[in-house]
């Protein structure tokens, strides 16, 4: 069993980071969704950024970094979409962190990570989040931080794929994506 935070995209905590998070219940982890909206959600980008920009960032990795402070240090970080950028800044307060996993969009990790951390990162190709020029780039700061980092893409998918109640959805590219993350968490030592 391995401990996994999952943040939300920035549409907030809806169905999707649920459901993700009950598939890897399902395979036996355990499974944190923080509300950094406090509640709120939103159906657009465009809305998910306003509101967003309402809370203010500060308050959001303010309450990233409480909900993540009662988790175990080895806990692996994820998120979403703007979740991915939430777990990558919980990095550096959370060196024991067993891994990371980045869903829809790519963060930057800080300069210096502990060796041969496991990083994964999931994205649509051509994603904004993601843009497929800046991949080799990131993956090549990445390792240079001392990860130990993958980038795995999917071809023809839209942005957040793996949400099966928006238009981007693309089946293939979810089981696969669920796929490896499950194999990822499996590797990752008890208990963590």
């Given at each position: 069993m391995t401990h996994v935070v999952l943040f939300h995209s920035v549409l907030g905590l809806r169905r999707a980071e649920l459901a993700a998070a009950e598939r890897l219940r399902a395979a036996g982890h355990e499974v944190t969704t923080p509300d950094l909206y406090g509640g709120e959600t939103a159906t657009t980008l465009e809305d998910g950024f306003a509101l967003k920009d309402r809370i203010g960032w500060s308050t959001v990795a303010s309450r990233a970094l409480d909900a993540a402070r009662k988790l175990p240090e080895e806990t692996v970080l994820a998120g979403m979409s703007m979740g991915a950028v939430v777990a990558?800044?919980?990095?550096?307060h959370r060196p024991?962190?067993?891994?990371?996993l980045l869903l829809h969009a790519v963060a930057d990790l800080p300069a210096k990570v502990r060796e041969g951390l496991?990083?994964?990162?999931?994205?649509?190709?051509p994603d904004?989040?993601?843009p497929p020029a800046a991949l080799p780039g990131w993956l090549?700061?990445?390792?240079?931080?001392g990860a130990d980092a993958r980038v795995f893409t999917y071809p023809g998918a839209g942005h957040f794929y793996t949400d099966s109640s928006l238009p981007d959805h693309d089946e293939d590219a979810a089981a696969l994506t669920w796929r490896r993350i499950l194999a990822f968490l499996a590797a990752q030592p008890p208990g963590c």
């Open positions: 990558a800044g919980l990095l550096p024991a962190t067993a891994g990371v496991p990083v994964q990162l999931h994205a649509a190709d904004d989040f993601a090549d700061a990445a390792t240079r931080s």
